[in-house]
């Protein structure tokens, strides 16, 4: 079982929709991260909190919104998509924020959850 | 600019097969992290192995082993005797904070 755990895994959403995307995390970290993984693009960071605060928001549109209420939850409200927006949506956390610093260095991510916009 | 490159797109071989998935990356930064991590059908990226700068001892884990080579800028991942099991994309990763991400290499082990 995944210390990261995202729900749902799949979501089929129309333009006009408002949907959001859940990510917990059992290992008592303090950073959680939301990437974007398109198909043939590299995985894209699109926002880092560390102790619930925004620490990073890698130009991402406004039709996403991020909302760490503790340290253990994430989410990813979702608004007016558009079909570019369809891809595989992944959280991680890891112990500090900027894994480079942290102890192991260690991003653990959870199974993402599949977005299609129509 | 910090760059990774992963130029093998697909790689297809047969189970006992040696591999070598090819990583080659950009920085100007002379303190940085270098990653590699698994992505198995299921989703979830999971963490294989973090190298620094400064270490460039090549490292070898059961059937897996790194070659680090800072004057080619390159963190290979070789895979010895391959299963159908290591079928999976496998992402090189950079860091001096957070990640970034090569495309991947997506590996297929036919039995």
């Known amino acids: 079982e995944t210390g990261v755990t995202q729900t749902p895994r799949h979501l089929v959403m129309g333009m006009t929709n408002k949907k959001s995307l859940k990510c917990e995390q059992h290992?008592?970290?303090?950073?959680m991260y939301w990437y974007k993984q398109s198909a043939k693009k590299p995985l894209e960071l699109m926002f880092v909190y560390s102790l619930e605060e925004r620490v990073e928001n890698n130009s991402v549109p406004s039709r996403f919104s991020p909302e760490c209420p503790n340290s253990s939850h994430l989410f990813l409200h979702l608004h007016t998509l558009q079909p570019e927006d369809s891809a595989l949506y992944l959280c991680?956390?890891?112990?500090?924020?900027?894994?480079?610093?942290?102890?192991?260095?260690?991003?653990?991510f959870g199974e993402g959850s599949r977005l299609t916009v129509l | 600019a910090q760059k990774v490159t992963q130029a093998q797109t697909e790689i297809s071989v047969v189970e006992k097969e040696d591999v070598t998935l090819d990583c080659v990356y950009e920085?100007?930064?002379?303190?940085?992290?270098l990653f590699w991590y698994k992505q198995p059908p299921s989703g979830e990226l999971v963490f294989l192995i973090r190298r620094n700068s400064f270490d460039e001892q090549n490292e070898i884990s059961g059937r897996y082993s790194w070659n680090f080579q800072k004057s080619t800028s390159s963190f290979n991942f070789t895979i010895t005797a391959s299963q159908v099991v290591d079928s999976a994309v496998y992402f090189c990763?950079?860091?001096?904070?957070?990640?970034?991400f090569g495309k991947g290499t997506k590996l297929s082990v036919k039995p």
């Open positions: 920085t100007r930064d002379t303190t940085y992290y």
């Open positions: 290992l008592g970290h303090n950073a």
């Open positions: 990763a950079l860091a001096r904070g957070n990640l970034i």
């Open positions: 991680a956390s890891s112990q500090v924020a900027g894994t480079a610093t942290a102890n192991t260095g260690e991003l653990f």
